[in-house]
């Protein structure tokens, strides 16, 4: 499913954030938290729905990660709308419209930037109900599979047969790989 989505690229508005996937555990919560995965979201924000998403793992939400994911899913000056983290930044200097919205709370978040984390809310509650949890080595094949469904939601007719075709197309993952 993650191959199917590898030529799509983002356009017009696009939110991004980073969260952090994992277990509720005492401590920190969000940047800094120990064990978590974090995770690059982008979403196209198409006012009353969102349009077209994608989810990647990443090792470091810094920079350098964000400005790869944003090269590699949103269209060249296309506008790009993010909390106030400086880490953001660079997408000002490599080709992106920038736009920071710097939030004070969870609620004012939530309003300003409502598709990125309604999909983040959305793709952890899949993890969470279905799968009841999934480990660091495989989250990014859960990630491109909710992606996946979440970009052919309007699709509902044909995503059995797309399905299908993706199985058909994309290269095998053996068993050893999935285990080793």
Known sequence: MTDRDTCYTLGGLVEMDDAFFGPSKPGKRGRGAEGKAKVVVTVENRDERPGFA?????????????LAMAKDKIR????VRTDGWRAYGILDENGFEHTKVVVSNDKDALKELRWVHVLIGNAKGNIRGIHHGVSGKHLN???GEFAYRFNRRFWEAQLFDRTIAACVTT???TFTELTA
């Open 54 to 66: 994608a989810l990647r793992q990443v090792e470091k939400a810094n920079g350098r990660e964000l």
């Open 76 to 79: 060249q000056h296309s506008t």
């Open 141 to 143: 094949r859960y990630l």
């Open 171 to 173: 290269t095998t993952v």
